[in-house]
């Protein structure tokens, strides 16, 4: 089984702050890697998948890249609303494990 | 506007059944593949099963193989998950999700509000 590891678990950043979040691969998936933002209480909401195409209505402040068994999102300039947790999912569909970002 | 409306969470004796709804409204559902994505309290995200358009593909995760079926009724534009010998572990929220399009099966492009599934004596 493909498993996926997000680094880091927790980070803590200010508004305006560049913030890249890290998901690898125990194996290579090519692009097939998707990104989803989760609020609490709230159903997770897609960003991004096949690595770097931005779902719809996605602000372009969120942006992914990567391929094989490394892969990054990155957002650019957080807002506030960017305060939440972030899950990476493989084209196996299981999820990593999630990188909660919270106000520093 | 897409909407998937979850339905049929509660309160179940470990070793005890349930059954989970998710009516999709919207979209032309019989369309579009689906899955059951699970949250335990304060935990990451599960993926539980997958079924395509037409049912004729299922997947499911080994946590849940040979207790959790799923299933849909196209005519009544709606998902399914049959829950049986639920355990402690199965406590969760879970969530319908629907897959964006053919050839991207990992991507869940709408979800449901979710509904909360407590396995406890």
């Known amino acids: 089984d493909i498993q996926l590891t997000q680094s880091p678990s927790f980070l803590s950043a200010s508004v305006g702050d560049r913030v890249t979040i890290t998901c690898r691969a125990s194996?290579?998936?090519?692009?097939?890697l998707a990104w989803y933002q989760q609020k609490p209480g709230k159903a997770p909401k897609l960003l991004i998948y096949a690595a770097s195409t931005l779902q719809s209505g996605v602000p372009s402040r969120f942006s992914g890249s990567g391929s094989g068994t490394e892969f990054t999102l990155t957002i650019s300039s957080l807002q506030p609303e960017d305060f939440a947790t972030y899950y990476c999912?493989?084209?196996?569909?299981?999820f990593g494990g999630g990188t909660k970002v919270e106000i520093k | 506007e897409v909407q998937l409306v979850e339905s049929g969470g509660g309160l179940v004796q470990p070793g005890g059944s349930l059954r989970l709804s998710c009516a999709a409204s919207?979209?032309?559902?019989?369309?579009?593949?689906m899955n059951w994505v699970r949250q335990a309290p304060g935990k990451g995200l599960e993926w539980v099963s997958y079924i395509s358009s037409s049912s004729s593909t299922i997947y499911y995760a080994d946590s849940v193989k040979g207790r959790f079926t799923i299933s849909r009724d196209n005519a009544k534009n709606s998902l399914y998950l049959q829950m049986n010998s639920l355990r402690a572990e199965d406590t969760a929220v879970y969530y319908c999700?629907?897959?964006?399009?053919?050839?991207?099966?990992?991507?869940?492009?709408?979800w449901g509000q979710g509904t909360l599934v407590t396995v406890s004596s």
């Open positions: 919207g979209f032309t559902f019989s369309s579009y593949s």
């Open positions: 999700a629907r897959v964006a399009r053919d050839g991207y099966n990992y991507v869940f492009d709408y």
């Open positions: 194996q290579g998936i090519s692009s097939y």
């Open positions: 999912q493989q084209l196996r569909l299981t």
